[in-house]
């Protein structure tokens, strides 16, 4: 659909000479049509974009819950999503994440994305693994429809809205993630592209309803998870410059939309943003001040190019040996293109371009780490962004749009025409064909090459004997386990199983907090001398049982005294029997919201690190439940958010534009 159908139809003042030159007022029949035209139009085009996503990512809807992406990580990456599965069974008991290394409030973890409705509907309907696949097929669908909606808001022809779109979808930026088994890396990238292109729609359109789409957007995106993304998003704001000035260097009144819009993503993800504000100061990353991942600025841009996923994974170019960080590959067809803009862009359009030029700089100079250097001594948590080659993933979005305006303006070029006539009686040719279509050949390889590749990341292995694994390390209680140190692959079947994993190699750690001591551990090297083996998991990989505290026991003077235990998340039953008063530990990590019952009456619980409180002598239940503050007050906040966007919408329908055009 060609920008002008969205002009609004002409009414001729009464008395007006200029007979045909203006329509008429148009029929309700009329009208109909042009709606038909307006929204079946766009909806055509991304159910296109929807099926090609859908071909491009065929590998991953088989919907075998056994079968699994090759990337190393799958298994520890998607156990966020388990509460889903938990939720629907024990209900408030999965706002504990009980399953890994202590346990830690779940709605604390911006981290994974398990919140995004991408990851959470399909998980609801299909289980974690193949809700896992189905929401990386969708996420191929959601960064193709932004990057078209980008092209529409500039008033790209379908052609150049299309192709963008499709380019988008097979990007090495997107697929090439899975390298490491991660789905939120391609979710974050899409849904952060979202928000770029609902964020250019406001700037152009100025319109309210913009506004809360880019709020809405901009929600998605905060609860996409990972975090690279997101900085690479925060990183256009300098370039909305172009967009939010005017002649004269003033902002435009459109930046109170934007206000507007960033009020309702917070508000609309309060309730994880507040529970992981209000945990923030236990966590603890891995850091790296010297950010010894980051390639040099000048040889990121090659990766636009480089399709050799061996070359990649080598350490040419000042790379470390993981491709996954690296790959941006789109081809030299759209970098072409990109570059054709400065020849043919009317200086009408001088302010978008630049937009779009400048963003992927801005998000190549901070991959690069140039500034992360120095900026890290003023902000220290800046070290935990210590993989900043994944920032670049998000100048993809303003190349690709480059190339889209390129593809069009050529397009509207005076192309020669080719006449074929097939019967020499008549005058008149047969065929006229524009030579604009051999445009058709260098677009459609660049989105072959592109796809080629992304097949490489979207292959599966059957994991089955893994799930039938675990089962030797199922234990009578809820005591911890360890599986073999750094294999992933055993953290979503274990979980699963209901089991609780210590030693996981995980994204942070709890400040302050030591690991749970497992009681069962499988390793494949030697027995230690003080541990007896009691079977195998895999049928080769020895299970150790060592000597270790019970995951609950009563601290009594004649010694640790085991309890029994049961439950699952943050609802815990512990039953002692105990001769001497003591204290109840539970190797359960202790934090705001966790309350404990004595026999059904309220108690206090003590300080530390463990969950512990009072045990007095004789048979004695104890029930630990969480519930935080944070949670209900973020839950209304959001509900605020929702009533806002409501109201939003509602107020929008008599407001005008505020002239955003102007920037076009």
């Avoid at 191929?140 to 192709?163: D, E, K, M, S, Y």
């Avoid at 893994?466 to 809820?478: E, G, K, M, P, W």
């Avoid at 083996?533 to 049982?545: A, C, E, N, T």
Wanted: charged share 15%; net charge neutral.
């Amino acid at each position: 659909m060609e920008s002008s159908e969205l002009q609004p139809m002409l009414v001729p003042a009464r008395g007006s000479r200029l007979g045909g030159l203006i329509r008429k007022a148009p029929s309700r029949g009329q009208v109909a049509s042009a709606a038909r035209t307006i929204f079946l139009g766009p909806a055509a085009e991304l159910i296109l974009i929807g099926l090609w996503a859908a071909w491009v990512g065929r590998g991953l809807l088989d919907f075998d819950p056994f079968t699994w992406l090759t990337g190393r990580e799958f298994g520890y990456q998607i156990e966020g999503n388990l509460f889903w599965t938990q939720l629907r069974q024990c209900g408030q008991c999965a706002l504990w994440d009980g399953g890994i290394n202590g346990g830690y409030p779940a709605l604390a973890d911006l981290f994974s994305s398990k919140f995004h409705p991408f990851v959470s509907i399909p998980t609801l309907l299909w289980g974690t693994i193949v809700g896992a696949k189905v929401s990386i097929v969708l996420s191929f669908w959601l960064a193709g429809a932004a990057q078209w909606w980008l092209a529409r808001t500039i008033r790209l022809g379908v052609v150049p809205r299309l192709w963008t779109g499709f380019l988008a979808v097979v990007g090495g930026h997107l697929a090439a993630r899975l390298e490491l088994g991660s789905p939120g890396l391609v979710l974050s990238t899409a849904a952060s592209t979202l928000a770029l292109a609902a964020a250019v729609d406001l700037a152009v359109t100025g319109q309210r309803r913009s506004a809360l789409r880019l709020g809405i957007a901009a929600a998605l995106a905060i609860i996409s998870g990972v975090g690279y993304l997101q900085l690479g998003l925060l990183l256009w704001m300098p370039a909305f410059l172009f967009l939010l000035l005017d002649q004269s260097l003033a902002l435009r009144p459109v930046w109170k939309e934007f206000v507007l819009a960033g009020a309702i993503s917070l508000l609309l993800t309060a309730v994880v943003l507040l529970p992981t504000l209000h945990f923030y100061p236990n966590y603890e990353k891995f850091s790296d001040p010297a950010f010894d991942a980051s390639q040099p600025m000048e040889f990121i841009p090659l990766n636009l190019v480089i399709r050799d996923h061996e070359f990649m994974r080598s350490g040419l170019l000042g790379k470390f040996p993981f491709g996954y960080l690296y790959h941006l590959y789109i081809g030299w067809v759209p970098i072409l293109l990109a570059i054709l803009c400065l020849r043919l862009a009317p200086r009408r359009d001088s302010r978008i371009l630049l937009f779009l030029a400048s963003g992927p700089v801005l998000t190549f100079f901070f991959a690069s780490a140039i500034p992360m250097r120095f900026l890290v001594k003023l902000l220290p948590d800046l070290a935990g962004f210590r993989h900043t080659p994944l920032i670049a993933g998000m100048a993809i979005p303003g190349i690709i749009g480059l190339a889209g305006y390129g593809l069009d303006q050529l397009l509207r070029l005076n192309w020669p025409r080719v006449s074929l006539v097939l019967r020499p009686d008549r005058a008149e040719p047969s065929f006229v064909l524009s030579l604009a279509w051999v445009l058709a050949i260098p677009l459609v390889w660049s989105v072959r090459s592109a796809y080629d590749l992304s097949q490489d990341f979207t292959k599966t292995i059957n994991v089955e004997s893994v799930y039938r694994s675990v089962d030797a390390l199922r234990t009578s209680d809820l005591a911890w386990i360890s599986t073999p140190y750094g294999e992933h692959y055993w953290v979503e079947p274990s979980i699963a199983a209901g089991l609780k994993l210590t030693n996981v190699i995980a994204v942070w750690r709890w400040k302050g907090h030591d690991l749970p001591v497992a009681s069962l551990i499988a390793k494949r090297d030697a027995v230690p001398e003080d541990g007896e083996q009691v079977g195998f998991l895999q049928d080769s990989i020895p299970i150790v049982r060592q000597v270790a505290p019970s995951y609950a026991y009563v601290s009594a003077s004649e010694g640790n005294v085991p309890c029994k235990a049961s439950g699952r998340g943050g609802d815990l039953t512990i039953e002692c029997s105990t001769e001497r008063p003591g204290q109840l530990v539970v190797q359960e990590n202790a934090w705001s919201g966790w309350r404990v019952f004595l026999d059904g009456e309220l108690a206090s619980l003590r300080p530390g690190a463990w969950l512990s409180a009072e045990a007095p002598a004789g048979d004695h239940q104890f029930r630990f439940e969480y519930l935080p503050w944070d949670v209900p007050v973020g839950l209304w906040m959001s509900a605020v958010g929702v009533l806002l966007c409501l109201w939003v919408w509602w107020s929008s329908r008599s407001r005008k534009p505020l002239a955003a055009t102007a920037v076009t």
